[in-house]
């Protein structure tokens, strides 16, 4: 299989003139593909001169704004515990933005059924995981969802996390049911490290902002998420940690095993992009630096 380009995020940070000299830059380092994040997608459709500057700057260099992220905050996140109504409405604008933009992709959470402390603020305590009730949410959301996406030829990646009902021996069973060709899965990297086995990693050792998703705070391990998701997976985030916390790190700066990652992505019979989904300081990175580090997937 010969990998599609990589897709990249130029960072939320780039505005107003910055636009066309970030452009500029990944065009010169042979990028070609962008992704947006959830506030980028949003200001496509409230910001008309943001619109008219990104769409300009893309057609100029020659880029294409191939892939973007749904909002993911509690009130946009699949499955978890608020009125349907406000993550429907929430994802229906984002998959509509997404449409008018031509994108192949658009990644959606899953989110927290089990909420403490300051995840409590807004929306209530949730003592305990309750995932028959996630998965009744998460299909009555998709329900909705699928045939916008249909109509706006974009395709629901929803993404694997560090959560009991975004973990792959329960998302993907999901989609399997569904077995349609608008809803896949978002293979994120960094997250799938956070919750599988490692030699000599305990619960205790996973930051507790993750944890506290967990009942009594306690991560349960899982098997190998790429294995499971594989068959079902569009789209990637590509990312590293050190297996503890979601740092979002350059590939080799963690514990990934990124030779076994590459080898079996290129046996996902339904990938139609790759993003690499650096945040933070490496979003603004060099434009060289980070096309060397995901030089393991030209091929």
């Known amino acids: 299989m010969i990998f599609p380009e990589m897709t990249h995020y130029m960072g939320s940070d780039v505005t107003g003139s910055a636009i066309g000299a970030r452009m500029e830059e990944f065009a010169a380092a042979g990028i070609k593909f962008l992704q947006l994040g959830p506030k980028d997608l949003q200001r496509m459709k409230d910001d ?60 959606i959470h899953v989110g927290r059924t089990r909420r403490t402390g300051e995840f409590a ?9 309750d995932l028959p009730a996630a998965e009744k949410r998460i299909c009555d959301a998709l ?37 349609h060709p608008n809803l896949g ?24 902002w993750i944890r506290i998703g967990w009942d009594d705070d306690t991560v349960i391990f899982q098997n190998d998420q790429l294995d499971r ?17 979601d740092q ?10 990124w030779d076994k990652i590459v080898e079996r992505l290129k046996r996902a019979p339904r990938l139609l992009t790759l993003q690499s989904e650096l945040i933070g300081r490496l979003a603004v990175a060099p434009a060289a630096d980070i096309v060397k580090w995901y030089d393991m997937f030209n091929i």
């Open 248 to 257: 979002h790190l350059a590939p080799g700066d963690g514990i990934a095993d």
């Open 48 to 107: 008309a001169a943001y619109r008219k500057e990104m769409l300009h700057q893309t057609e100029v260099n020659k880029m294409t704004i191939r892939d973007v992220h749904a909002p993911h905050q509690t009130a946009d996140s699949l499955g978890t515990p608020v009125p349907l109504e406000l993550i429907v409405n929430s994802q229906l604008n984002a998959i509509d933005i997404a449409g008018s933009l031509g994108v192949t992709t658009i990644t």
């Open 185 to 208: 899965m978002c293979y994120d990297s960094g997250h799938a490290l956070l919750v599988e086995h490692q030699d000599g990693k305990v619960s205790d050792d996973i930051a507790e």
């Open 121 to 129: 603020k807004d929306f209530g305590l949730y003592p305990y995981v």
């Open 143 to 179: 329900d909705i969802l699928i045939p916008a996406a249909e109509k706006n030829n974009c395709v629901i990646a929803l993404e694997n996390l560090f959560l009991p009902p975004s973990c792959a021996d329960f998302l993907t069973p999901i989609i399997e049911k569904y077995n």
């Open 229 to 245: 998701m594989l068959n079902q997976v569009v789209t990637t985030h590509l990312h590293d940690n050190n297996g503890k916390n």
